[in-house]
DNA sequence: GTCCTGCTTTTTATCGATATATTGAGCGCG
DNA sequence: CGCGCTCAATATATCGATAAAAAGCAGGAC
């Protein structure tokens, strides 16, 4: 390994001079600096990041730390991503699998000293766990339960969004609508959430919410849903709509009303929840709340810049709007 | 920060002592060790990783670098991550955009004498490129192109796949099937072994291989999929069978067939490549290539590990085999 | 009582960079 | 000629841990 020391030594300078002209901190002469950029290219050094990051206590280095990889979090870790890079720092992925223990290890400030900054996407830890959070590093919360009022955090406007999506659907002609995957389930408050949105826009349309019509799945994948669903339309229980609380799940109900030999949208509406890439391209084209992707990756980066930068002040907790895209698994849709 | 110096002063033991406790490398005295162990909770004493690198050369994480974040390497991620967390170390994901520029950085000196072995999924690097990556860490390519022979390097066996494919659609009736997005494309050598698959499959059947079947597109997203087919659609050749080089693509003409009232699989079948999850749930199943993530991922992990652990063979190329995986969308499908 | 042996614990050196203080060279000006 | 001033370059200390060598300190043999 080629150190700042070898470059020193070739140039026939010290090794100050090597790491002033690298980080153009203090000046050098225009011939030293040459001299020192030839040696630089001739041994092939680059600076060693580690050694760096303990001296300068500095990483550029920002990581956001997610349940899983895939679906919903890789969308927005691309889209978060390129904010992180525009002030010439890096963004990594980290991921927890839902866990409460690996959540709190990855906020452990072992973890945390690595980088310059954290945006955490919490599903498994509950306030008391987030509470014990203390660390002087900026960090930003992002998912949809509570958190303590001390630490900054992101979240969608999930009530009104599950409300928009089934009062749209009331709207067209559904009058018993389903709330799959809304049940109350102590690791996702989100479900909580739209739950409530559904119920206020049955409430507020005149129609019963009944509690018979909260589906719970086992889990919130497409085989959930559809397992769920599947469940449901076995039971007889007369329905016409379907929230579905993510757009994973809404698939997979979508698959078992096909298999079913009911018709979207005509039989059965549906909506679900993320507006998901795929969803625009599944056929009829899934009518699904947009998670307002970017409006979350520039409001949850804006505030760790913020501190990033030095401020101090108050945590903000931000709300993140959301809006319906119709599609044609609802009726009048595109 | 509390420092190991700290921990040391609380116990009233020697700095070592505590590394020996922490790590324990060389044996201490239970009443020793209860003391340190109380005084290392009474601070909360974590300790700094970045020291410990710098001093010990092991970071005790592993980097996947992938092109984006979302779909096939989010999914392939999150196979991989159990496999290196059961060797007790972690897993970060790092992005390059399918940039060549930016997958260079990635594997610079640098960045990789970060991590203690690196995955690389290449996406925008050609053979002289990564002839030019000259390392002694431990380093694993993955993705479909070739690359030198001194880099250990997992891909899947696409020819076959895509033949299997085919040959599938061949069989239950089609013929005169688009290879929709197969068109040489120098940064995405797979789409011509997909392509080179798809031919083959047509003339072991005895059908033409006509150019004016393969079908380029303008991005590998559904996006671009559905213009594509819609643009073939509308040329008006006669077919009646697609395979797509992947299902994200796939999904794109599905929903492009469905606008234009063409009926899958009736008037005509359809096959992607990679099964993800969604696959199978869009109705009516998209049959489709299974990529083989497990195989992949395990074949990867263990050339790596093998390198971690001091092995310095020749490297490895290794063929991940692949299998078709028939759904609805193709006829006598499930 | 001395010396050896086997453990436990401490000392010393080091990983590779950066921040701060200091030295040295060149130059204007009285 | 010497003083002070500016700018370039070097010397020294440090970040927080670990590896390797040295030192202490029992207990037992002679």
Redesign the interface.
Known sequence: ?VRMADVARAAGVSVMTVSNVLNERLPVNEPTRARVMAAVEAL?Y??????R??RAGRTDTV?FVVP????Y???L??QV?PLIEAEGR??????T?ANAEQEMEAL????L??YDGVLLSIAGLDLEQLGRVRTSKPIVLLGERDVPDHLNHVRLANESGARLATAHMIERGSRRILALGCSFDGAHMMTTDRRVGWENACREAGLAADPAYVVPVSDY???GG?DAMLEFIASGLPFDGVFAVTDIVA??A??AL??SGLRVPVDVQLAGFDNL??S??????ITSVDANHEGVAEAAVTLLHRQMSGWTGPAEHVVAPVRLVVRGSTRGGA
Chains 1, 2 share one sequence.
Not at 68 to 71: A, N, W
Not at 90 to 95: A, D, G, K, T
């Open positions: 390994m092939g680059e600076v060693n990041l580690t050694a990051h303990l990581a899983s990889f895939h679906d979090f890789g969308e870790a691309d991503a890096h963004l990594v992925l980290e991921r699998s452990s400030v072992a973890r000293q690595i994948t497409s085989l559809r698939l997979g979508l698959s096909a298999d890439d795929m625009r391209f599944i056929p009829p084209g």
